[in-house]
C-alpha cells in the first residue's frame, strides 16, 4: 500500500518483504491482491472509463492474479521447470518469471522514451513477486497509452498460464 511522504510529493511503497521502498511517480499504490488498486492520475484521462483507465485496472487485475499465484512459493518451486508450457527447454519458473519482469521494464524505457537496461537479476528468487509488481507499478505511472498497458496485461496473462 502507497502513503505519500511529508512535503516531498514522493510516494512510498511497501513491498511484501515488509521493506519501504521510495517511488517518484506520485500517489499511487502498488497492485496487490489484498486490496484494492488505486492508479495514478497519469494513466487516466479527465473521463473516468477512459480506455487507458481500463487498461491499467485490467492489468492491475492480471498483475494481483499472478501475484496471489506465485508469492507463497519456495525456492525449490521456483527452481522447477514447468512442464507443457511450450517454453524453451530447460527454462526455470524464475527464469521465466524474471523475462516477464525483463519485458515489462522494456514496456515502461519505451513508454519513457528511454533506452532500455536490463533489470538486475538479485540472489534470491522470492524477491521475483516484488520486482514484478514495481514494474507494473512502474508501467502503469509511466504511460497514458493503452497499447503497453494492453500488451503488458497480455503477457501477464500467458505468464501466469506458463507457470
Do not use: K
Not at 105 to 119: G, I, Q
Not at 124 to 150: G, Y
Amino acid at each position: 500500500m502507497s502513503e505519500p511522504a511529508t512535503g516531498n510529493g514522493q510516494t512510498t511503497v511497501t513491498v511484501a518483504s515488509g521493506a519501504a521502498v521510495p517511488s517518484p511517480a506520485g500517489p499511487a499504490t502498488v497492485p496487490t491482491s489484498a486490496a484494492t488498486t488505486a492508479f495514478p492520475a497519469s494513466a487516466a484521462s479527465s473521463n473516468p472509463g477512459s480506455d487507458a483507465r481500463r487498461a491499467a485496472h485490467d492489468l492491475a487485475v492480471a498483475a494481483d492474479r499472478l501475484v496471489d499465484q506465485v508469492a507463497h512459493w519456495t525456492p525449490g518451486r521456483w527452481a522447477a521447470t514447468p512442464t507443457g508450457t511450450g517454453q524453451p527447454d530447460g527454462a526455470t519458473r524464475a527464469e521465466l518469471m524474471y523475462g516477464l519482469v525483463q519485458m515489462l521494464a522494456d514496456l515502461v524505457a519505451e513508454a519513457e522514451n528511454r533506452p532500455r537496461l536490463a533489470v538486475p537479476r538479485l540472489d534470491n528468487d522470492l524477491s521475483l513477486p516484488d520486482q514484478f509488481r514495481v514494474m507494473v507499478h512502474d508501467l502503469i505511472a509511466a504511460t497514458t497509452d493503452e497499447r503497453p498497458l494492453r500488451q503488458a496485461a497480455a503477457l501477464v496473462n500467458a505468464a501466469r498460464l506458463a507457470l
